[in-house]
Every structure is written in structure tokens, then in C-alpha cells.
């Protein structure tokens, strides 16, 4: 299954474009739309180059999500799952409660698993975090979404 273009919008408006590494609240080097492997400090990219990161991106969420769900979800679901897994990486995501909430066919057990997904560590610490907060809120809320569709089962997503 694809992330939606409603989903990949919420993704980027979430993320936030940037053109020059910076480092994240995790003090990741990170450029574009949240990407971080092989970013170093000074990188910079043009727009073209970011979308074209993004799509990368977005294909290999959606890949993983096919690997790791075993269980049909709706279009909103997969959205609100592949906005997570871009935001905590697939580790996280792999050996999350939510997953193995969702894969045991526990939907509002995943679903309340959203807002423990909002710590960043500052200054050594791990802190609730505000932005994160609030994206868990929205992430659940499309999670949680009525949609009449149901897929039929994940499927490779096409570049």
C-alpha cells in the first residue's frame, strides 16, 4: 500500500523542508523532510533533491510497513503509521507495543499507543516533547478516522 498524497503532505508539513543540515532534538544530522542517513553537517540540497529524498523515503517507510503489518488496515491507518515509523525510524517502530497491538488485531490498544511516542532526550534527558505531542495527537486522530475502504492486502509500492 501507498502512503497517501494526503499523508505525504502531512509528512512534509510535519517534518519541515530544510535546505542545510541542522541537527534534530535527537542532535541527528538531518536535511529535507526528516532525512538523516549519511547527513552531515554543511550538507545542503536543492528543492528537486529534496523531493526526490522524499519520495526515496517515503517508498522504504512503505516497504517496511509492508513487511511489518499482519494485518489489513485502512488507507487513514497505513497513513498515520507511516507518519510515525518516518518520525521514530523502523527499529523503534518493529518492537513498538503499537505494532505488536495492532498485529495481535487490537486496534484501539494501538491506537492509545500514539502519544507515548513523544519523547526526544534534551540535555541528556528524556522529556516530553510539545510538537511531538501534538503530531501524536494528529497521528491518532487519522488512525482512529472512519474510512469506508479497506485494502486488501499490502502490496509493493511502484516508484
Known amino acids: 500500500m501507498d502512503i497517501s498524497p494526503e499523508g505525504i503532505a502531512r509528512i512534509q508539513a510535519f517534518e519541515g523542508l530544510k535546505l542545510t543540515a541542522y541537527q ?74 503499537l505494532l505488536g497491538k495492532l498485529n495481535a488485531g487490537d486496534e484501539a490498544g494501538a491506537a492509545a499507543e500514539f502519544p507515548k511516542w513523544c519523547y526526544g532526550t534534551v540535555k541528556g534527558k528524556k522529556v516530553a516533547l510539545r510538537g511531538l505531542m501534538a503530531r501524536r495527537q494528529q497521528e491518532k486522530a487519522r488512525f482512529e478516522a472512519v474510512e469506508l475502504s479497506l485494502m486488501k492486502a499490502p502490496h509493493r509500492v511502484t516508484a
Open 24 to 97: 534534530c532534538s535527537a542532535d541527528k544530522w538531518t536535511l529535507v523532510y526528516g532525512h538523516t542517513a549519511g547527513v552531515k553537517a554543511g550538507d545542503t540540497m536543492t528543492p528537486g533533491q529534496a523531493e526526490a529524498f522524499l519520495r526515496e523515503d517515503i517508498t522504504l517507510i512503505c516497504l517496511q510497513l509492508d513487511i511489518l503489518l499482519k494485518v489489513t488496515v485502512r488507507q487513514n491507518q497505513f497513513d498515520a503509521l507511516g507518519s510515525l515509523l518516518f518520525n521514530i525510524g523502523v527499529k523503534a517502530f518493529a518492537h513498538s507495543t
